[in-house]
């Protein structure tokens, strides 16, 4: 993997809807695939729609939501400087990388889903045959994303998300813009999904997409092995 390069991106919205609280990326759901990859020996850029300092969702550096990624990533200060000097989405290019990742969070549904340097940064790396990647909210990112005939991309195949039962249990159904569940399945995808909470991730072609937070090293692992081929 020492020639594979893989671009991250990540959200730069922070506040979550009207509540007054914050929200941001999941840490989990960066530090798992981000250490996957650099351990794999793939080189990692991550950028933000802003640039700059990603905005963390607080809820995710709770005690019940760390991992052996996360305790990595809070004593490593190389990985701290990549999160506070993100590069900006709009200076990204299709060329210079084998393939994309977006970690999830609540932030991607307000930024990410119709950012259009993001869905036409997308549509690129389609075009050029390279893996696109997500996970738990950020397949967002993925809803209006077209063929070359206009029609959805996801129309027609296999995709996981973020579910409304899981978005139900954090309470957060009213406050979220929308559904994930609901806007895949409107979109003509084949929406699957496991057990609540439990890793879960799927392939259809080239793009890979994971359920919750559990299912980040999961997408990982399926990206890695879809570089290795």
């Known amino acids: 993997m020492s020639s594979k390069k893989i671009l991250v991106v990540l959200t730069s919205h922070s506040d979550l809807g009207d509540t007054g609280h914050k929200t941001g990326f999941w840490v989990e759901e960066f530090a798992a695939p981000y250490y996957a990859f650099i351990d794999a020996g793939a080189e990692v850029t991550v950028a933000t729609p802003k640039g700059g300092q990603a905005p963390i969702d607080p809820n995710s550096t709770a005690p019940d939501a760390q991992t052996e990624a996360t305790e990595r990533f809070y004593k490593d200060q190389a990985a701290q400087d990549v999160i506070t000097n993100t590069l900006k989405l709009s200076d990204m290019k299709q060329d210079d990388f084998d393939a994309i990742f977006y970690p999830g969070g609540h932030g991607p549904l307000w930024d990410l889903t119709e950012n259009e340097e993001s869905i036409a940064l997308i549509e690129s790396f389609i075009k050029a045959d390279k893996p696109i990647s997500s996970v738990c909210h950020a397949p967002s990112a993925f809803l209006n994303i077209k063929d070359t005939d ?70 990982a692992e399926k990206l890695l092995a879809q570089l290795a081929k």
């Open 150 to 219: 206009g029609e959805y991309f996801i129309k027609g195949k296999t995709v996981t998300g973020f579910t409304n039962s899981e978005e139900a249990a954090v309470q957060l159904t009213e406050v979220v813009p929308f559904l994930l569940e609901d806007e895949i399945k409107k979109r003509g995808a084949d929406y699957k999904n496991t057990a609540d909470w439990a890793p879960f991730a799927v392939q259809d072609g080239l793009m890979i997409t994971g359920q919750n937070p559990a299912s980040s090293e999961l997408v």
